[in-house]
């Protein structure tokens, strides 16, 4: 029907979010690589310096509201990472779980294509209320997955950039790498994927909430 209004779409980076969050997760690296350099290449003074700022992370999460949960795993994700270094006296190992969880995540993410569950459209059925009832609908399915695969890009562009690096035990450019594609690289992925799903998306169709008796349930 011409002239008909094209239905108003959420973006998908107000429904994700997550701005914080990337900026609280990249600061502990960060305080390694300097307290490394501070004490002249010391993976002890390193260790203290990120452990002590994902705590002062933790507290400020908490004060603004976030899951105590979320706080403890970042916080146990850190220990373990400087636990690691430390163990094998090699600095580039506190970087070792960021490498391998990359890798992990690009293989998560393409198999849930594979299989036809896109993990971006379980993520925002669950932040949208929608459970997986967008499942039931074929255009929101094949958006889904196109865009998910933008998602697998973000994992294997790191883990083509850290790995280098940490093989090569380039402590001060695995930091910088770390804090760069962080927040940026994430906000160029949510930007990206959300053109994606949006580009595949038919012109009439709703958007990504399910509207129930719309025949999209």
């Known amino acids: 029907m011409t002239g008909q209004a094209t239905p108003q779409r959420e973006s998908l980076g107000s429904i994700l979010g997550g701005r914080k969050g990337a900026i609280d997760a990249s600061l502990p690296p960060l305080a390694f690589v300097v307290g490394w350099l501070a004490a002249g290449s010391s993976i002890a003074w390193g260790s203290a310096a990120a452990i002590a700022t994902a705590v002062v992370v933790g507290v400020v999460r908490l004060t603004r509201g976030d899951k105590a949960r979320a706080v403890v795993v970042s916080l146990a994700a850190v220990i373990v990472a400087a636990l690691i270094a430390l163990h094998t006296g090699r600095a580039q190992d506190f970087f070792l779980i960021q490498v391998l969880s990359n890798v992990a995540s690009a293989l998560l993410w ?108």
């Open 110 to 217: 393409v198999t849930s294509v594979v299989v036809r569950w896109p993990l971006l459209g379980v993520v925002v059925g669950l932040l949208l209320g929608q459970k997986t009832r967008w499942r039931k609908d074929p255009d929101l399915l094949r958006a889904f997955s196109r865009a998910s695969l933008v998602w697998s890009l973000q994992y294997v562009l790191r883990v083509v950039v850290y790995l280098p690096l940490w093989w090569a035990g380039e402590l001060v450019a695995l930091g910088v790498a770390r804090t760069v594609m962080t927040w940026p690289l994430q906000a160029l992925t949510i930007a990206a994927s959300g053109w994606v799903l949006y580009r595949t998306l038919p012109r009439e169709h709703p958007g990504l909430r399910v509207v129930p008796g719309s025949g999209r349930e």
